[in-house]
């Protein structure tokens, strides 16, 4: 804790209070929560990630004291080991100072519609925004795997097998926790019976099937002591899982998205790590592109109505952020997609951040174009 005290002094705070062990570092291959981060005998390789990671979280809980926001829920979901209600957090806090440093007055937990609350509200001297803040994890399903994986590859491990990297080729829909101690050990020997024989050590792969509709490549490399990569279908309907963030119709099932009560600009925040391509959000947001040929072969361009915005009719989300986040408090990059029709437009000047992109729908209807008029 000494250490800690020193160096991160919200932190230890918080582990103090809250009452968090500091244990030594175990690795893991799941996504790492409080305990993990906070943990000592960090390997060298690892250190500086692990220590950006700490400045993170001293930075936000800085700024959690500061608001006196730290009640019960918000303290379990720092002390959760569920990565999702953890990382959503920090991100808030993190999007909070973010606003913050550009001279906003930031209030947590703002009444929104329906009776419930959004995360942040922040105002300048003219003009209040509501904001929520969305972290884009993926979907249930994609954690499983990751879970999946993630055990698989430490048993491996503690097997001292020579697996270099797991690819997850097919994962049964219905698939069941319940039995991972057989499975492991049927991979096991499967991996053991198809290992190359002795002298012959050059990386192959091997794929392990079983009669439930599971499949898995294994890359058995010369020496292997650990597995350095992991490779699943998480990220094949990030467009679903983007549409769900936005309130958007997704298989029968319509999400809410919080906006403000009050008549004032909404914004949703989506934090992600860079795994998806931008063009994606466009057709998502103003709606489909798509071309009609016309006589002497010239083709037509429209935005299909399948968006979440209609430049037609008005809308109370004024607009979408795409925060691209790393290992610091600040940003990598971020877009700014502005609704063609507000009901309540967003303020050009509120946001200054130089790095910001600004995004709208160009004059055609058609075109996505950089800029504010």
Same mark, same amino acid.
């Given at each position: 804790?000494?250490? +800690?005290?020193?160096?991160?002094?919200? *932190?230890?705070?918080?582990?103090?209070?809250?009452?968090?062990?500091?244990?030594?570092?175990?690795?893991?291959?799941?996504?790492?929560?409080? !305990?993990? #981060?906070?943990?000592?005998?960090?390997?060298?390789?690892?250190?500086?990630?692990?220590?950006?990671?700490?400045?993170?979280?001293?930075?936000?809980?800085?700024?959690?004291?500061?608001?006196?926001?730290?009640?019960?829920? $918000?303290?379990?979901?720092?002390? %959760?080991?569920?990565?999702?209600?953890?990382?959503?957090?920090?991100?808030?806090?993190?999007?909070?100072?973010? /606003?913050?440093? !550009?001279?906003?007055?930031?209030?947590?937990?703002? @009444?929104?519609?329906?009776?419930?609350?959004?995360? *942040?509200?922040?105002?300048?001297?003219? %003009?209040?925004?509501?904001?929520?803040?969305?972290? +884009?994890?993926?979907?249930?399903?994609?954690?499983? !795997?990751?879970?999946?994986? %993630?055990? /698989?590859?430490?048993? /491996?491990?503690?097997?001292?097998?020579?697996?270099?990297?797991?690819?997850?080729?097919?994962?049964?829909?219905?698939?069941?926790?319940?039995?991972?101690?057989?499975?492991?050990?049927?991979?096991?020997?499967? =991996?053991? $019976?198809?290992?190359?024989?002795?002298?012959?050590?050059?990386? $192959?792969?091997?794929?392990?099937?079983?009669?439930?509709? +599971?499949?898995?490549?294994?890359? =058995?490399?010369?020496?292997?002591?650990?597995?350095?990569?992991?490779?699943?279908?998480?990220?094949?309907?990030?467009?679903?899982? =983007?549409?769900?963030? +936005?309130? #958007?119709?997704?298989?029968?099932?319509?999400?809410?998205? !919080? =906006?403000?009560?009050?008549?004032?600009?909404?914004?949703?925040?989506?934090?992600?790590?860079?795994?998806?391509?931008?063009?994606?959000?466009?057709?998502?947001?103003?709606?489909?592109?798509?071309?009609?040929?016309?006589?002497?072969?010239?083709?037509?361009?429209?935005?299909?109505?399948?968006?979440?915005?209609?430049?037609?009719? /008005? %809308?109370?989300?004024?607009?979408?952020?795409?925060?691209?986040?790393?290992?610091?408090?600040?940003?990598?990059?971020?877009?700014?997609?502005?609704?063609?029709? @507000? *009901?309540?437009? *967003?303020?050009?000047?509120?946001?200054?951040?130089?790095?910001?992109?600004?995004?709208?729908?160009?004059?055609?209807? #058609?075109?996505?174009?950089?800029?504010?008029?």
């Amino acid at each position: 804790m000494g250490d +800690l005290a020193t160096n991160y002094p919200h *932190l230890a705070r918080f582990c103090n209070q809250e009452g968090v062990d500091i244990v030594p570092y175990t690795r893991t291959h799941q996504r790492l929560v409080l !305990q993990d #981060i906070v943990g000592y005998s960090v390997p060298p390789q690892q250190m500086s990630s692990n220590e950006a990671r700490k400045s993170i979280l001293n930075q936000c809980l800085e700024l959690a004291y500061r608001h006196n926001i730290l009640k019960v829920d $918000r303290k379990s979901r720092l002390k %959760s080991k569920d990565s999702i209600r953890f990382w959503s957090l920090i991100n808030e806090l993190k999007v909070a100072a973010w /606003l913050e440093a !550009q001279g906003l007055t930031v209030a947590f937990d703002p @009444p929104s519609l329906c009776g419930g609350r959004g995360d *942040l509200e922040v105002s300048s001297k003219h %003009s209040t925004v509501f904001v929520e803040v969305k972290t +884009l994890f993926g979907n249930r399903e994609m954690l499983d !795997q990751q879970d999946l994986l %993630s055990k /698989l590859a430490k048993y /491996l491990e503690e097997e001292k097998l020579p697996v270099s990297s797991i690819e997850l080729v097919s994962y049964p829909s219905d698939f069941c926790e319940a039995g991972l101690d057989q499975l492991f050990s049927k991979i096991r020997s499967y =991996l053991q $019976r198809v290992a190359p024989p002795t002298g012959d050590w050059s990386p $192959r792969v091997r794929r392990y099937n079983n009669r439930k509709g +599971l499949a898995i490549d294994f890359k =058995l490399s010369p020496g292997a002591s650990m597995v350095k990569q992991m490779v699943y279908g998480g990220f094949i309907d990030i467009e679903d899982n =983007l549409k769900f963030k +936005l309130g #958007i119709l997704v298989r029968g099932r319509t999400p809410k998205v !919080q =906006l403000s009560s009050n008549d004032i600009p909404s914004i949703v925040i989506i934090c992600d790590q860079g795994a998806w391509s931008d063009p994606i959000i466009e057709g998502i947001l103003y709606g489909n592109k798509v071309g009609t040929l016309g006589s002497k072969g010239v083709v037509r361009y429209k935005r299909k109505r399948d968006g979440r915005w209609d430049n037609t009719c /008005l %809308s109370r989300l004024s607009a979408v952020g795409i925060w691209k986040a790393d290992l610091g408090m600040t940003p990598s990059s971020v877009d700014i997609y502005l609704c063609p029709n @507000p *009901l309540f437009p *967003l303020p050009k000047s509120l946001l200054n951040d130089s790095s910001i992109k600004w995004w709208q729908l160009g004059d055609d209807k #058609i075109s996505i174009v950089r800029g504010i008029d």
